[in-house]
């Protein structure tokens, strides 16, 4: 099995800055799109910035400028700097990712629990 953990929410007040981590662990041999979602109270989930194994990224146009995704590929770990943060901002993040599985021919979609966001302004 394969889980995700995020890390690093919390309260912050508009302007501020919050650095998310998500940390992939199990039976991984290759991970490959990484991606940040979040989802606001009575919305839908939504895509905050995505990353490929290569190194691209790509951004929704709400955050970018302000958000930077990174990843560690090397430990399985993808980040999200958040700087600028605005009261809309506030929301559950989850961390999803692609992996392909040892002795799996095809890959697999995964979810973190979520960790929260919230700005206040």
């Known amino acids: 099995q394969v889980q995700l953990v995020e890390s690093g929410g919390g309260l912050v007040q508009a302007g501020g800055s919050l650095r998310l981590s998500c940390a992939a662990s199990?039976?991984?041999?290759?991970?490959?799109?990484m991606a940040w979602y979040r989802q606001a109270p009575g919305k839908q989930r939504e895509l905050v910035a995505s990353?490929?194994?290569?190194?691209?990224?790509n951004y929704a146009g709400a955050v970018k400028g302000r958000f930077t995704i990174s990843r560690d590929n090397a430990n399985n770990t993808m980040y999200l700097q958040m700087n600028s943060l605005k009261p809309e901002d506030t929301a559950v993040y989850y961390c999803?990712?692609?992996?392909?599985?040892?002795?799996?021919?095809?890959?697999?979609?995964?979810w973190g629990q979520g960790t929260q966001v919230t700005v206040s302004s």
């Open positions: 990353a490929t194994s290569g190194g691209n990224t």
């Open positions: 999803n990712a692609y992996v392909l599985r040892w002795g799996s021919l095809s890959l697999s979609g995964y």
């Open positions: 199990g039976s991984i041999s290759r991970i490959n799109t």
